[in-house]
């Protein structure tokens, strides 16, 4: 089992709908979680820090569930510059300065 | 106001030539990563400083060397580049809080192509 795994993918989606992703953990000790977004050929960016009351930024809401090992990213209203892979990120405190990305999760926004 | 600069960025190596990958940031940061992405996957981390303390990954190869010679410059070394080893190399930097590490800083990359 990978430690940080992500719904697969691709997501297809029209302007305008709502689109969530999954991604879970399997290191209990992990202490801090991020959302990069990344474009083709482009480096990773940060998205989201993802806080244990949730949080939101915009049309961006991430959620963590430390009970489930799980954490999410809902996007409302997609627009076609939302086109991107998102990663899941985390970061588990025992492997000192260690992220473990998820394998991303290709969202494609279409007019 | 480029805050992790990477070169060059896009690289051309023979297969067994070695090849010297460069990263520096403004950031003034204590963590440093290397990172191997291939096409479609996510990156992989090589190793990581922190400071000067070196962290090698259990799975990277020996072909895979790193140097920090202070805070913002950091080096990545292919010895003997193989065809397997064709890919984009992201450098990322972070400044940990407490014992919590936080978001990282990737530069734009290096895609390296060994003929």
């Known amino acids: 089992r990978k430690e940080v795994e992500q719904d697969p993918g691709p997501f297809n989606v029209p302007e305008g709908a709502t689109v969530a992703f999954n991604c879970t953990y399997s290191?209990?000790?992990?202490?801090?979680f991020f959302w990069y977004r990344q474009d083709c050929r482009k480096e990773p960016k940060l998205l989201m820090s993802v806080y244990s009351s949730g949080n939101e930024d915009g049309r961006f809401t991430a959620q963590l569930n430390r009970a489930s090992q799980y954490i999410s990213l809902l996007i409302r209203d997609s627009k076609l510059s939302d086109s991107a892979t998102y990663l899941c990120?985390?970061?588990?405190?025992?492997?000192?300065?260690?992220?473990?990305f998820g394998d991303g999760t290709t969202l494609t926004v279409k007019p | 106001d480029a805050m992790v600069i990477q070169n060059p960025r896009y690289q051309v190596t023979q297969f067994g030539k070695p090849v010297t990958l460069s990263c520096s940031q403004t950031?003034?940061?204590?963590?440093m990563y290397w990172y191997q992405q291939k096409s479609s996957q996510a990156p992989k981390l090589l190793f990581h400083?922190?400071?000067?303390?070196?962290?090698n990954e259990a799975d990277t190869p020996d072909n895979f060397q790193s140097r920090r010679p202070n805070t913002s410059f950091c080096f990545l070394d292919i010895r003997s580049p193989g065809l397997g080893d064709a890919a984009m190399y992201l450098c990322a930097t972070s400044r940990p809080l407490g014992r919590t590490y936080n978001e990282q800083f990737f530069g734009p990359g290096t895609r390296l192509t060994v003929l």
């Open positions: 990120v985390v970061n588990a405190d025992t492997n000192a300065g260690k992220s473990t």
């Open positions: 400083y922190y400071d000067k303390d070196f962290n």
């Open positions: 950031l003034n940061h204590n963590v």
């Open positions: 290191n209990s000790a992990s202490q801090s």
